[in-house]
């Protein structure tokens, strides 16, 4: 199939000169620069489509396997979820066949569908820089911290980045460079690439110290030719009239009381019956306070109103999603009617596919203001066919003072509306012809770059003593624009903190939350002396946290939130209201609460126990391994170079320490059907595990106090008895090493560390070893392992000197070993490893419920 066919099956329209050479070069560009409106979306991922799956097979070959598709805000996510999904239902009903490429949102709360289930799979995943660079960066934002090398693993291998609104993402483009340069540099497994996009293209901020410029002194670059100018669609969109004026209103340091209600006056004065105006403010609660005043100005008018809608990027999705509906449906506003007014923030610049009439901005940096330039007169039909013309209106924020007006600049710098306030007095006209050539010049904001030795680090997800992370947040977004995930809850607060998740008979009672529930909100806007957390605790409404170690809700302090957080409020504590979104007052509620689809605990509860039929050791070992051998099957061709036969053992081996007695004495716990004879890998029902060793199961204990003590072991982590029981039956093993590795991190709790933790039970002997569970001296019985090597793990007493710092009897510390290797393999690829084996368990997991 010719990329024309493609364009013309999946869009509708023949492609553009230019989208035809992105899909036919020989390597991909770093670069595409083209105006907003001429299909930037379409470009990259039908161009990945069609190489993925059509072209020929050098081309197929160089093309990843995974789409990864980067927006600055959410307001655009779904939006690019739906024409994408829609492209690719289209091409299988024209071709009669299954393209067999899924199409997810990487979000907070759960991730549509099981995406990381399938690394063989080709794939779409859509995301803001929030949640996917923080993925990129192993401390993902709102997902399980146990899922974190699942997801640094899938979205570093084998992936096309594709980077776009770049003028809006700020720090998280120059991460997006680091990253691209340190993949290459320490390797993965499968092509990489990265594509960065954007209407107003700023390449310096990509050039950094590990993605350096290639030899030719350039990067690669693909945008609008003379070929594309007179192709008539786009002739007319680049000669689309948009006149431009200064509005008599402005913002001063003087009249910041009376500005918004100026602005909505404004506003009614310049809208147009029968059209669409939109109105850019630059920050959240200005154009929450002209809403409302023209909200007010229009019930009290005697004429039929405008629809009036808000939109930004403080809204639940549920709540966001009705909104856009009604508000970006252009179909609906009738030339008879009195049209519709939608006063909105950047987040209307992140490619939001509307063509308004009137176009009425705040000053704001040149980049910026040409993003909302475009969603003027977007499809040329202004002032044509009796159509009425199109107007831009650009309301000027007055910088005289930089003291006393930084303030009202904000989130900008006043450097910054200086230069695009000189650049816009001179134009008359803001089309794309007329803006084409006007340079401007911008401040170059000093940032955190990411480097090798960070990255490096990162790797390691173990939490200090304090349940602490390194915070990436310097490396996602500036520091006033980071955010956390909020939503909220009814319960009964007269029993205190939310209930658990589980009831007394195992049933799920309190969901984890739902994508629909999340609200995003800067972490400024939380914190400190004037911050919602404390005005929420001066109304009896503290702010919940999951805490998976303990397994119990933990009280947030102000001063404690970090940015990616997923907190909780009670409904009563407001702060939200449906039609402005986050506010921050606890006046405004109580909240509504939202409760959709399936009632499901995520793993962010940390559950052990999800199994829906029991399953002995060896039958899970026996499931476990064929789904590794599986995987080798199909991926083996692609990714030779892998370890298969060290993978493959791993997941025959990963769950041998189930066998240890108190993971045996959970069982039975919570199946008393279970039979003792039997080593019991899934008891065939859901919910948390309390490890406890069975009365009789250490011989030699007397005194009643102490066997209580040594039956209790909180916390306990069957894979690291697994790792431990192999590397001590087969430490000459050429990958004895790694193998261990790998089974010990099939959970994403124990890997680069072995250490003990605060809730464990500690042995009465002060000079025994213990972590996680495990006491030094634990014995373990006899297991047929089941596979084609033969393997046997015989009754072993386990030990801990591996967790000894430095050189022991044993060798090298675990921390040495697996230093080396992190080192031998690279970051990403060591991941990757990690991720065969835990897919390969979930795969066998499922198969052991349906057989």
Not at 522 to 550: H, Q
Request: proline content about 5%; overall charge neutral; some cysteine.
């Amino acid at each position: 199939m010719l990329i024309q066919d493609l364009y013309k099956i999946a869009a509708g329209y023949e492609p553009y000169p230019y989208q035809i050479r992105l899909a036919n070069a020989a390597d991909l560009p770093e670069l595409l620069s083209v105006p907003t409106g001429v299909g930037k979306t379409a470009a990259t991922v039908l161009t990945w489509l069609y190489r993925r799956k059509f072209a020929t097979d050098i081309i197929r070959k160089k093309t990843p396997r995974r789409l990864v598709y980067c927006l600055p805000m959410r307001t655009l996510v779904e939006q690019t979820r739906d024409v994408t999904a829609k492209w690719i239902e289209n091409i299988e009903q024209s071709t009669k066949q299954n393209l067999a490429v899924g199409v997810h949102l990487l979000l907070g709360g759960a991730d549509a569908g099981d995406w990381y289930e399938h690394p063989e799979r080709d794939g779409i995943l859509i995301g803001t820089q929030d949640m996917l660079l923080s993925r990129c960066l192993n401390r993902g934002y709102g997902m399980s911290r146990y899922l974190w090398p699942v997801d640094f693993a899938l979205l570093n291998n084998d992936c096309l980045w594709v980077m776009d609104e770049t003028q809006l993402m700020g720090v998280g483009l120059t991460t997006s460079a680091q990253l691209a340069g340190l993949r290459k540099k320490l390797r993965t497994f499968g092509q990489h690439h990265t594509l960065w996009m954007s209407a107003t293209l700023d390449a310096k901020p990509i050039t950094t110290v590990d993605h350096p410029l290639p030899e030719g002194g350039s990067w690669r670059s693909e945008t609008i030719q003379d070929d594309d100018r007179k192709h008539e669609r786009v002739a007319r969109l680049l000669t689309a009239a948009k006149p431009c004026e200064q509005a008599e209103v402005k913002l001063t340091p003087d009249n910041k009381a009376g500005y918004e209600k100026q602005l909505a006056e404004l506003i009614q004065a310049k809208h147009v019956s029968g059209t669409l105006t939109l109105v850019v403010m630059n920050r959240v609660s200005r154009a929450q306070q002209v809403y409302a005043l023209l909200n007010k100005i229009f019930e009290k008018s005697k004429s039929e109103s405008p629809e009036l809608e808000l939109i930004h990027s403080r809204f639940r999705k549920a709540d966001r999603d009705l909104i856009q509906q009604r508000a970006l449906d252009e179909r609906t506003i009738s030339k008879e009617g009195p049209g519709r007014v939608i006063i909105a923030t950047q987040a209307i610049e992140a490619g939001i596919d509307v063509s308004a009439t009137t176009l009425i901005t705040e000053l704001a940096p040149w980049p910026s203001l040409v993003q909302r330039f475009g969603r003027c007169n977007r499809r040329g039909s202004c002032g044509v066919g009796g159509n009425a013309p199109a107007q831009v209106i650009w309301v000027d924020i007055d910088t005289s003072d930089p003291k006393k007006s930084a303030s009202n600049a904000l989130p900008y710098e006043v450097a910054d509306l200086d230069s695009a306030r000189q650049a816009i007095k001179l134009l008359a006209d803001v089309g794309p012809g007329a803006i084409s050539n006007v340079q401007v010049e911008t401040g170059e904001a000093i940032v955190h770059v990411l480097r090798r030795k960070d990255l490096i680090e990162l790797f390691d997800t173990t939490a200090d003593l304090s349940g602490n992370d390194l915070d990436i947040s310097r490396y996602i977004r500036e520091g006033d624009q980071s955010d956390v995930l909020v939503y909220w809850r009814n319960w009964d607060a007269k029993s205190g903190g939310p209930p658990d998740p589980f009831n007394s008979n195992r049933e799920i009672q309190f969901p984890a939350p739902s994508r629909d529930e999340l609200c995003a909100v800067a972490v400024a806007s939380l914190r400190g002396n004037t911050g919602f957390i404390k005005k929420a605790k001066e109304k009896d409404c503290s702010a919940y946290r999951w805490n998976s170690l303990e397994k119990e809700w933990g009280v947030v302090a102000a001063n404690s939130v970090r940015p990616g957080m997923t907190l909780l409020f009670h409904s009563k504590a407001g702060g939200y209201t449906p039609n402005l979104g986050w506010t921050g007052e606890v006046k405004d509620g109580p909240v509504r609460e939202i409760l959709v689809g399936d009632r499901y605990v995520d793993d962010a509860v940390d559950l052990e126990n999800t199994s829906t039929s029991p399953l002995t050791i060896e039958e899970h070992l026996r499931f476990v391994g064929a789904n590794a051998d599986l995987l080798r099957g199909s991926l083996q061709m692609d990714f030779p170079d892998i370890p298969w036969a060290a993978v493959v053992r791993a997941a025959w081996w990963h769950d041998v320490g189930k066998a240890h007695p108190a993971f045996q004495g959970a069982m039975l716990s919570v199946n008393d059907s279970l039979s003792s004879s039997e080593l019991w890998a899934k008891s065939g029902k859901q919910g948390y595990l309390r490890y406890q060793i069975p009365l009789g199961a250490e011989a030699g204990e007397s005194d009643e106090t102490t066997l209580v003590k040594a039956f209790n072991r909180p916390g306990l982590r069957h894979e690291l008895a697994s790792a431990l029981a192999w590397l001590q039956q087969y430490p000459a093993d050429e990958n004895a090493d790694l193998i261990a590795y790998l089974i010990a991190a099939h959970h994403g709790k124990v890997r680069m560390s072995i250490r003990s933790m605060p809730n464990e039970e500690r042995p009465d002997d002060c000079s025994k070893l213990f972590a996680r569970g495990i006491w030094e001296g634990d014995r373990l019985p006899p297991i047929k392992i089941g596979n084609p090597e033969g393997d046997f793990s015989h009754e072993i007493e386990l030990s801990l000197e591996l967790m000894k710092l430095g050189e022991s009897k044993k060798g090298p510390s675990w921390l040495a070993r697996s230093i080396v290797l992190r080192d031998q393999f690279g970051p990403f690829r060591l991941a990757f490893l990690e991720t065969l084996v835990r897919v390969a368990d979930w795969r066998g997991s499922a198969q052991g419920d349906r057989s």
